[in-house]
């Protein structure tokens, strides 16, 4: 069965520092994959999303760049955090073309201080 | 804007009643899926529906959409305290892009 692990679960940073969250997903090639972010109490914002290694779309100009390095690792990262990019960071795969469900990993707490 | 945007923004039921949750969409759509998320975890899939699907069922949930008024609603028959959480739609584009509503929090009350 496919399974997906992202980590941390939770993390605290300084303003300025870098950033990288990583996501695997397991059982499957392939995948489509995404980066969400979620601030508190509201809906989800697609950050990047990735058809194939290498392919990478950014949806939000933002402080944020993602990286798909191998087919089933997605990665998050920021050269300088700002305040800005606190919130709750999702990572989701589906079956490409993307007429089936999406299945979201854990999620990693970002807080900036 | 591409997102769904849902209807009502919090709901509070008691056990047994039904709740119904709507989205609205700005442009066509490949399709519209609901996903549930429990508090500070990740959201879990709930129904699919294609564009050229009128209704769905599945166990007590129940999702109808109409392409023409470009909305959709979920149903929850029965509700019970296990159901409550947020509740979002996700509308579909180039079969690729995912758009996410802000979600309707519910609450089913014991």
């Known amino acids: 069965s496919q399974t997906i692990h992202q980590w941390p679960a939770t993390l605290v940073q300084p303003v300025g520092s870098p950033l990288s969250l990583e996501c695997t997903v397991e059982g499957t090639s392939n995948p489509n994959l995404y980066w969400y972010r979620q601030a508190a109490g509201r809906g989800l914002q697609l950050l990047f999303y990735?058809?194939?290694?290498?392919?990478i779309s950014s949806e939000v100009p933002q402080n944020l760049s993602a990286s798909r390095p191998q087919d089933r690792q997605f990665i998050l990262s920021s050269k300088k955090l700002l305040l800005s990019d606190s919130g709750f960071y999702l990572c989701?795969?589906?079956?490409?073309?993307?007429?089936?469900?999406?299945?979201f990993g854990d999620g990693t707490r970002l807080s900036i201080l | 804007s591409q997102q769904g945007e849902e209807d009502p923004q919090a709901l509070s039921i008691q056990e047994g009643e039904n709740a119904t949750m709507n989205c609205s969409y700005k442009?066509?759509?490949?399709?519209l899926q609901w996903y549930r998320q429990n508090s500070g975890r990740g959201l879990v899939h709930l129904i699919l529906?294609?564009?050229?699907?009128r209704e769905k069922h599945s166990g007590r949930l129940r999702v109808t959409l109409d392409t023409s008024k470009k909305s959709s609603s979920l149903l929850i028959t029965a509700s019970r305290a296990a159901d409550t959480a947020s509740y979002f739609c996700a509308t579909v584009y180039n079969f690729n892009k995912f758009y996410f509503g802000s979600g309707t929090k519910l609450n089913v009350k014991p």
């Open positions: 990735s058809v194939g290694i290498g392919q």
């Open positions: 529906i294609r564009s050229n699907e």
């Open positions: 442009t066509s759509i490949n399709n």
């Open positions: 989701a795969w589906s079956v490409s073309p993307g007429d089936q469900p999406q299945h």
